[in-house]
C-alpha cells in the first residue's frame, strides 16, 4: 500500500508564505507524477499543481506567479511553496500520487492538510 504523508499546513495571515511537503515511497517516487490538490470547505477537490517525472510542472492559473511545486527524489518529498497567499487559497491539500505498474495506473492521495489563511 502506497502511503502519502503531508506536513507544513497551518494557519497564516493573508500576504504570508507556507510551504508544504510529501514524503512518498521511495521505490516509486522517481518515476510517478506527483501533484496537489485542494478543497476549499464547501466546494470540489480540484487541481493545484503537478510535477511530471522529468520535473514539467504544470498550475492552475489561479496560483501561477504565487505556488512553486518542485521535488526531491533523493528524498522522495514533493514541495508546494505558496507564497502571496490568499484568504481563497484556504482549503485542505492533498498530495497526489501517478503511476503505473504493467500499463495498469495506480492513483493515491494523501490524507490532507489544512491551510487557513485569515487575519
Known amino acids: 500500500q502506497v502511503q502519502l504523508e503531508e506536513s507544513g499546513g497551518g494557519l497564516v495571515q493573508p500576504g504570508g508564505s507556507l510551504r508544504l511537503s510529501c514524503a512518498g515511497p521511495?521505490?516509486?517516487?522517481?518515476?510517478?507524477?506527483m501533484g496537489w490538490y485542494r478543497q476549499p470547505p464547501g466546494k470540489q477537490r480540484e487541481l493545484v499543481a503537478t510535477i511530471t517525472s522529468g520535473g514539467m510542472t504544470n498550475y492552475v492559473d489561479s496560483v501561477k506567479g504565487r505556488f512553486t511545486i518542485s521535488r526531491d527524489n533523493a528524498k522522495s518529498t514533493v514541495y508546494l511553496q505558496m507564497d502571496s497567499l490568499k484568504p481563497e487559497d484556504t482549503a485542505v491539500y492533498y498530495c497526489?500520487?501517478?503511476?503505473?505498474?504493467?500499463?495498469?495506473?495506480?492513483?493515491?492521495w494523501g490524507k490532507g492538510t489544512l491551510v487557513t489563511v485569515s487575519s
Open positions: 521511495g521505490s516509486i517516487f522517481s518515476i510517478a507524477a
Open positions: 497526489n500520487l501517478k503511476w503505473s505498474i504493467l500499463g495498469a495506473p495506480r492513483e493515491y
